[in-house]
T-cell receptor, first 111, second 114 residues
C-alpha cells in the first residue's frame, strides 16, 4: 500500500501544551500536505511542504520533512481547545499522481 | 467557508433508491474531486475531473456515477447502493488537477444506506 501512516492514532493533551503528530510514507514524493478536519466536516488545508524543503511555519504550526526517513511531523505549539480535530497528512508520489491520505491523528485538547 | 458547498448535508436512502449528491465550487478552479470517508479508513479518492473531463476513476463500483456539467458543478448519482456505502462523501476542488495544488473541501454529505 502507498498509504501514509500517521502516528499516534490519538493524542490527548492539556491546553497550552505542544502537540506533535508524525507521518510516514513509503515512496519518493513531490510534496506532502497536512489537513485538519473537525468532526463530521470537510478537510481544511494547513500547510504544503515540497520535497526540497525541510521546514515550514504557519502561525503556531511547524511542519518538518525528512525525505531520507520518509517522514514528516506537524507541531502545534501552545495548543488551544479549538485545535481539537483530526489531522491528516497527504502526499503526492513522484509524477502527476493523486494525493494519498493517511488515516489521521485524532487530537483532543483539554481546557 | 472554503468556497465549496455540498447538498444535501445528510441523506438516508434505501438500497433501491436513486439519489444525487451535488457539489458547487465558487473558486474558479478547474479540477473537482469526489472522496469517500469511512470510519477508521483513509480518505479514498473516487473520481477526479479536470475541465469537465474525468481524469481519474479509482475502480469505483458502477452504482456510483459522477457527472460534471461544467467546471463549477459536480454531481454523484447514486443507484442501488449497499449498506457498506454509508460514509461521509466529500467534494473538493483545486486550481488544477495536480496534487501540487491545495485542495479545498466542502463540508460533506453524510450518507446512510438502510
Amino acid at each position: 500500500s502507498q498509504q501514509g501512516e500517521e502516528d499516534p492514532q490519538a493524542l490527548s493533551i492539556q491546553e497550552g501544551e505542544n502537540a506533535t503528530m508524525n507521518c510516514s510514507y513509503k515512496t519518493s514524493i513531490n510534496n506532502l500536505q497536512w489537513y485538519r478536519q473537525n468532526s463530521g466536516r470537510g478537510l481544511v488545508h494547513l500547510i504544503l511542504i515540497r520535497s526540497n524543503e525541510r521546514e515550514k511555519h504557519s502561525g503556531r504550526l511547524r511542519v518538518t520533512l525528512d525525505t531520507s526517513k520518509k517522514s514528516s511531523s506537524l507541531l502545534i505549539t501552545a495548543s488551544r481547545a479549538a485545535d481539537t480535530a483530526s489531522y491528516f497528512c497527504a502526499h503526492q508520489n513522484s509524477g502527476n499522481t493523486p494525493l494519498v491520505f493517511g488515516k489521521g491523528t485524532r487530537l483532543s485538547v483539554i481546557a | 467557508e472554503t468556497g465549496v458547498t455540498q447538498t444535501p448535508r445528510h441523506l438516508v436512502m434505501g438500497m433501491t433508491n436513486k439519489k444525487s449528491l451535488k457539489c458547487e465550487q465558487h473558486l474558479g478552479h478547474n479540477a473537482m474531486y469526489w472522496y469517500k470517508q469511512s470510519a477508521k479508513k483513509p480518505l479514498e479518492l473516487m473520481f477526479v475531473y479536470s475541465l469537465e473531463e474525468r481524469v481519474e476513476n479509482n475502480s469505483v463500483p458502477s452504482r456510483f456515477s459522477p457527472e460534471c456539467p461544467n467546471s463549477s458543478h459536480l454531481f454523484l448519482h447514486l443507484h442501488t447502493l449497499q449498506p457498506e456505502d454509508s460514509a461521509l462523501y466529500l467534494c473538493a476542488s483545486s486550481q488544477e488537477a495536480d496534487s501540487g495544488y491545495t485542495q479545498y473541501f466542502g463540508p460533506g454529505t453524510r450518507l446512510t444506506v438502510l
